[in-house]
């Protein structure tokens, strides 16, 4: 399946949802290729997959007597927790049919594959330099998944952060080298626009000014049309989409129009900046003065929804159809509820996905960090 069609069928059952809900998460795929590797792969020097031990999966919270039924290690009563007991998340992507999706685990370069009722399942874990705010950060799947089971991943290595292809049975291959990797700044996101198309998120690794260099990978967003591994002369010099990145947050495609959504963190304020279809960049459409911490995102045509790290949040930003400007003030969801909020993505069934990072700087709970579903909001925000 291409991306037109997993696009068409995203946009049909995207618009179904919408039309009565606001934030995302209808997107129906076919299941067929739900466990992400027909055959297990076998990645590099301290890459190699490993088994891990499971956790429980959730379970009543009461006895047959109706009694309070005590909790076993890592199990979360929450019926909207998807999978307990992580290392602090990094990226985090849907699988096709909406119902089970990837997490990686950003400093111990793991994959997982997370569903409602089942054990987290490590699929695959890359080498990777998790010091400071690296690792494994952010990934993505092919358009064509569900016939070539490519993962796209942004990981940093002690030289540098990279994005890298993943093909079964085989060693993680790069496709993008050299992203500035600094002391902090390193945070980045992934997300196809076109077959042959992804765009980079990159941070400015600690440095504003090379977020404004036309020389630097860092602080950008980037269209990298070269995914073939290893090209004879290296990898071309991607093109620039967006300069002036701070702390990359998130990077997400609204599936009707092409639209593409950024948020980045500044030492002023964070942002959601719109790059219209061809590269055109305008001024930001919402700014947070007060820095919640603005992360992963997932776009419609009638809204974005953010993940806020330090707002403990996910932040829904309604859209005007003819502009694309914000009409009103986010909306809030699930505040102070689970904690702060990384990765995102579209499930079904009217919910977002996310991924708690309480595990970096934040008050990690007994069964931190998590997956959560969050319910699409009802009423204000462009939800109705």
Known sequence: MGLQSIRRAAAASLSVC???LAVVGCARFDDAASTPFSTVPTFSAGGEVQPRQQAPTPGPT????ESPRVLVPCEDPDPNVVATCLDTTG???MLPGGQSALVTERRTGRILRVAPGTAPEEIARLDVDGSGDGGLLSIALSPSYVEDNLLYAYVSTPGDNRVVRLAPGDTPKAVLTGIPRGASGNA?????TAPNELMVLTGNAGNPAAATDPASLAGKLL????LTPDLPGGQP???IALSGIGTAGGVCVDPHGGTVWVTDRT???DRLQRVARGGAAGAPVW???DRPGVAGCVADSSAVAVALTAGKALAVVALDLNTASATAAPSLSAQNKYGQLGGAALGDKNEVWVATVNKSGGAPGPTDDRVVKIPAPQGGGGFD
């Open 188 to 192: 980045g996101a992934l997300a196809f």
């Open 91 to 93: 990226g985090l992507a």
């Open 237 to 239: 010099f991607p093109q």
């Open 287 to 289: 700014t947070w003065p």
């Open 223 to 226: 269209k990298v049309t070269a």
């Open 267 to 269: 030492p002023l304020e």
């Open 18 to 20: 919408l039309a009565g």
């Open 62 to 65: 009461t006895g047959p007597d």
